[in-house]
């Protein structure tokens, strides 16, 4: 439940962060004055429409509460074994509700009991988390109160024409502003990259191909390299210049294997140049890793920096 709620939310709207302000509750009827108040109630609908089956069992106080400290990036309001159970109870609940028999259950027995205060926390959280990457852009009680009109089916301050409107011109603008902030990190990383790699080529043992790999062997085997064509076994350690890691099979605790030729060119050229048994060092240029781009974990433009043991060629 907690990932669909979440998937839901976060379909609200693409993402972009900002600095929240305070926020006042319109009345019934009272116009909704600027864009911020406008997408607020908006977004505030949309989530509403996602968790209306949970409705009748949310304490809508301790809802906005947990979306409240979600954006503040508060701890937990509630334990695990609080959100196991309240999870539970509230899908039988829901279930029963849609005349179905929750599996574990006799027909015709009562719902199981839910506190309303544990419902809204656990819900709001969700939300809060979803919607933290634009909470700059919501007036959280404006949102609160939109979501609770369009759960309860009371009359609403917008029609969904005016709210489909105002999503697509909300969704246009976060969009512009999200790649005007991924151009100028991705000008930065790549600076940066540039300046680094400058420096790193006159490194004792570093050695350079002419694509602009950057390697130094660590290791050597003695066993025979592989080809684009192979399927290699390998540990390996990702880091970011700045020394994040961002991907590792060492703390998965096992090797990974894959093909040479589907993985980005810095891999396909570098570990080809490996015998087996060997561990190299390799420093890839944003060019020949994830570009402008970039991926989960890697910024655009980013300069990586991998430590590659080739186990085998399978």
Known sequence: MKKAMRGAAALCLAAMCAVAVPATVLAQGQPLQGERAQVSYMVGMDVGQSIAPVGPDIDYAALERGIRNAFEGGEPLLSEQDVAQTAQALMQRIALRN????????????????????????????????????????????????????????????????????????????????????????????????????????????????????????????GRRPVASDRVRVHYEGKLLDGTVFDSSYERGRPADFGLG?????????????????????????????????????????????????????
């Open 99 to 222: 005349g179905q028999t929750p599996p574990g259950m006799p027909p015709g027995a009562a719902p199981p009991e839910v506190d309303r205060e544990k419902v809204g926390l656990m819900v709001g959280s969700d939300i809060g988390r979803s919607l933290q990457p634009i909470q700059g852009e919501l007036e959280l009680a404006v949102l609160v109160q939109g979501l609770r009109a369009r759960v309860e089916g009371g009359p609403l301050l917008m029609d969904d024409a005016q709210a489909d409107a105002l999503r697509q011109s909300f969704s246009d603008r976060v969009r512009k502003d999200m790649e005007a902030q991924q151009a100028q990190a991705g000008e930065r990383n790549r600076t940066e990259g540039e300046t680094f790699l400058a420096g790193n080529r006159n490194e004792t043992g570093v050695q350079v191909t002419p694509s602009g790999l950057q390697y130094r062997v660590v290791r050597q085997g003695s």
């Open 262 to 314: 589907q993985v980005i060119p810095g891999w396909t050229e570098g570990v080809a140049l490996m015998p087996i048994g060997s561990k190299y060092r390799f420093w890839i240029p944003a060019r020949l890793g994830y570009g402008a781009k970039g991926t989960e974990g890697i910024p655009p433009e980013a300069t990586l920096v991998f430590d590659v043991e080739l186990l085998d060629i399978l």
